[in-house]
């Protein structure tokens, strides 16, 4: 084989192997039922973002109503389903995870855990509050120890038993009972 054939076969094999690369990067940041929810974001997606930015990094377009501009929520256009992004002041200030049991937080927690695998998961970090509007319910709440985490939270909502929804995202609009209302 002659050094340009050489060269060549080394060329299409270095942007073959960079093709496939990119291929995997773009597939794995696109938001799914296997993306991991945090206590700020899930996937690729950050608190803080802008609307525009959360869709590029979700690999999805984000629709909703945003008729009340000082708060409103998007969600992906196909999937995940029962996903959604809470926007204040033009950026992700929370995400809402409703009847996806599939979506589970980075340790795990998912929709019908019980209270007692979420206190678990999260030991000596959960806050239990009454919850406003389930008789028996609770809030379990996660507070994070570490410094640079504190404005964040990570909430379960139960029905006294079970994990009913849940949320994460920055202070004070994680702890909205009501969303935007």
């Known amino acids: 084989m002659n050094n340009k054939v050489?060269?060549?076969?080394?060329?299409?094999?270095?942007?073959?192997?960079?093709?496939?690369t990119v291929g995997t990067v773009v597939?794995?940041?696109?938001?799914?039922?296997?993306?991991?929810?945090?206590?700020n974001g899930i996937g690729q997606v950050r608190v803080g973002?802008?609307?525009?930015?959360?869709?590029?990094?979700a690999g999805t377009k984000l629709i909703g109503d945003s008729a009340n501009n000082s708060c409103y929520y998007v969600?992906?256009?196909?999937?995940?389903?029962?996903?959604?992004?809470m926007v204040t002041k033009g950026r992700i200030s929370r995400v809402d995870v409703r009847q996806n049991t599939q979506i589970t937080t980075l340790k795990g927690a998912k929709i019908g855990d019980t209270e007692a695998q979420?206190?678990?998961?999260?030991?000596?970090?959960i806050k239990v509050t009454p919850h406003k509007y389930v008789?028996?319910?609770?809030?379990?709440?996660?507070?994070?120890?570490?410094?640079?985490?504190?404005?964040?939270?990570?909430?379960?909502?139960?029905?006294?038993?079970?994990?009913?929804?849940?949320?994460?995202?920055?202070?004070?609009?994680?702890?909205?009972?009501?969303?935007?209302?």
């Open 75 to 85: 969600k992906p256009e196909n999937e995940p389903k029962n996903l959604f992004f």
């Open 27 to 39: 597939a794995q940041a696109k938001l799914t039922n296997q993306s991991k929810l945090f206590i």
């Open 6 to 20: 050489k060269l060549l076969t080394l060329a299409s094999l270095t942007l073959a192997v960079s093709f496939l």
């Open 49 to 57: 973002m802008s609307v525009s930015q959360a869709a590029k990094a």
């Open 118 to 125: 979420i206190k678990s998961l999260y030991s000596g970090q």
């Open 135 to 181: 008789q028996g319910g609770h809030y379990l709440t996660f507070i994070p120890q570490d410094h640079v985490n504190q404005n964040y939270r990570v909430v379960f909502e139960t029905d006294g038993k079970r994990v009913t929804q849940f949320r994460s995202g920055k202070l004070p609009e994680v702890e909205f009972v009501e969303g935007c209302s």
